[in-house]
């Protein structure tokens, strides 16, 4: 009877300590191979990006090229084998380092590369039939390679930019215009930048072993954690949707690290969750929606899941989806892209050396109804701002739809770049600066040239006079 007692009692601990949570059994399943983009050679680069972007209508991947830099863009219903000949995106000189599609356009994608440009580009809706080699937009402010592009998360036509050059340039896309440069904040290179939910943030990690929380449009760190992780290897960080900080890197003795950082005060971590030895860099992905981070590691087989809550201990692993092959890069589908009906909460792009292998990730759930609780409102693809409303100091949340009945695409708007005429700008910054300061020197500097001429002009005298004594010495 004792032993029966102390069973239940031993039971009901477990029962405690066993966490629920409706995303325990989120469960991998790569697609069949008739599904998968075969033959498609990935970029060889040993710059630490994802390779990889996905959106409602297409799949990018940055691909090898000789003679500069290319990606791939293909329509996601073109599964199978990919023809060698299948054009490309081809204008950078150098090899792409960095790819990402706008938000609110599922036609509009930009390009880091190192040959210092940012390039915009216009792809047709049904995908190209042609090589691409001219964008729509080219923006040149950096000075060495472009390793980072991030679109703002909720105003239109906003991009920013970070490169080997320590800096960040923030663009207004629709004049092709660089409109804040954050200089001398970053003593070496940008390893990541990332927007908050709102996009009135970013958050950087660098190879001094810092993560800033930075102010663009102030220009000012509002926040800085030295060393957040002290190992020498990559780090990478992410905003979460209550404002939290996650980063990925490595402790001294190279173990990975996972740690939740809370802007307010970053003298200790919220939590440091500890994994393994792999020297891997750990990519984050993170679905706001529902609070779960993927971690995927570059030359990893494997991804991990974990649940972020307010309760201790604040990170919490779900599961590991496992495969035999490395990946070299990955994609990740925004929400609006995935298919409710089938209970998909997350979709991966897995790039092998000559490959790219869908992985759909799923809650089982015996009801084919709606289920609200997996997809609450999300993102969709209207902006909540003017570029120029954002650049005046406006700031918006991502105006969300549902997906009850699955997404519905909008027609996107007409995307057009303005050229600004340079002589126009020089002629309004003359007249922007016509200060009273500016007048009185002005006026200083026309006195300054009026009694210049009167000197010349008694000195023209004076030589006429000299001239005409030596004539008549000479007679």
């Known amino acids: 009877m004792c032993c029966v007692k102390q069973l239940k009692k031993d039971f009901r601990n477990m029962k405690r300590v066993v966490r629920c949570s409706k995303f325990r059994h989120v469960f991998g ?11 498609i050679r990935v970029s060889r680069v040993t710059w630490d990006s994802a390779l990889c972007t996905v959106n409602p209508k297409f799949v990018a991947i940055i691909v090898e090229a000789s003679g500069g830099g290319a990606f791939l863009v293909l329509p996601l219903h073109k ?15 150098g090899p792409v380092l960095d790819i990402e599609w706008c938000p609110h356009n599922d036609q509009v994608i930009a390009s880091g590369s190192e040959d210092c440009t940012v ?52 663009w207004n896309v629709g004049t092709c215009e660089a409109m804040i440069t954050l200089e001398d904040m970053h003593p070496d290179i940008i390893y990541s930048a990332c927007w908050n939910r709102n996009g009135s943030l970013i958050v950087t990690s660098c190879k001094d072993k810092a993560v800033r929380v930075i102010d663009p449009r102030k220009e ?50 919220i939590t440091v969750h500890e994994m393994d030895t792999s020297n891997g860099v750990l990519l984050p992905f993170y679905d706001a929606d529902t609070n779960v981070v993927y971690l995927c590691g570059k030359g ?30 990955m994609g990740y589908m925004p929400k609006r892209g995935l298919d409710v009906n089938k209970c998909e909460i997350a979709r991966f792009y897995k790039l092998h050396e000559r490959k790219c292998e869908p992985i759909v990730m799923t809650v ?67 007249s922007e ?43």
């Not at 399943?29 to 033959?39: A, F």
């Not at 599964?79 to 000189?93: E, N």
């Not at 609780?373 to 701002?385: F, K, R, S, V």
């Not at 009273?436 to 300054?448: F, G, Q, T, V, W």
Request: glycine share 6%; aromatic share 6%; proline share 6%.
């Open 364 to 430: 089982p759930r015996k009801s084919d109804l709606f289920q609200d609780d997996l997809y609450p409102d999300t993102a969709g693809p209207e902006p909540a701002l003017e570029a120029e409303e954002w650049f005046d100091g406006k700031n918006g949340d991502p105006i969300l739809i549902s997906l009850k009945n699955g997404y519905v695409p909008v027609k996107n708007r007409e995307f057009k770049v303005v050229k600004k005429n340079i002589l126009d700008s020089k002629v309004t910054k003359n």
């Open 220 to 269: 000012t760190i509002i926040a800085e954690k030295e060393k957040a992780h002290e190992g020498a290897r990559p780090m990478r960080a992410i905003f979460l949707a209550d404002g939290n900080v996650l980063t990925t890197g490595f402790s001294r003795m190279s173990e990975r690290q996972l740690a939740l950082w809370n802007p307010s005060n970053m003298e200790e971590a």
């Open 433 to 475: 600066n016509s200060s009273p300061k500016s007048e009185a020197k002005l006026e200083e500097i026309l006195k300054e040239i009026k009694s210049l001429k009167d000197l010349v002009s008694s000195q023209e005298k004076r030589i006429i006079t000299l001239e005409e004594q030596m004539s008549k010495i000479a007679i």
């Open 300 to 329: 990893d087989s494997s991804i991990r899941y974990f649940e972020i809550t307010d309760e201790c201990p604040y990170v919490h692993y779900l599961n590991t989806f496992g495969s035999k092959e490395p990946q070299r890069g």
């Open 119 to 170: 390039m915009v580009w216009l792809i047709p809706e049904n995908g190209l039939v042609t090589p691409m080699a001219e964008p729509v937009g080219v923006l040149e402010g950096h000075s060495k390679r472009v390793g980072i592009v991030a679109w703002h998360p909720t105003a239109h036509n906003v991009l920013l930019s970070a490169g080997c050059d320590n800096q960040i340039i923030i």
């Open 79 to 93: 599964s199978g084998r990919i023809d060698k000949a299948y054009p490309t995106v081809c204008g950078h000189k």
């Open 29 to 39: 399943q790569p697609v069949k191979n008739d599904q998968c983009y075969d033959d």
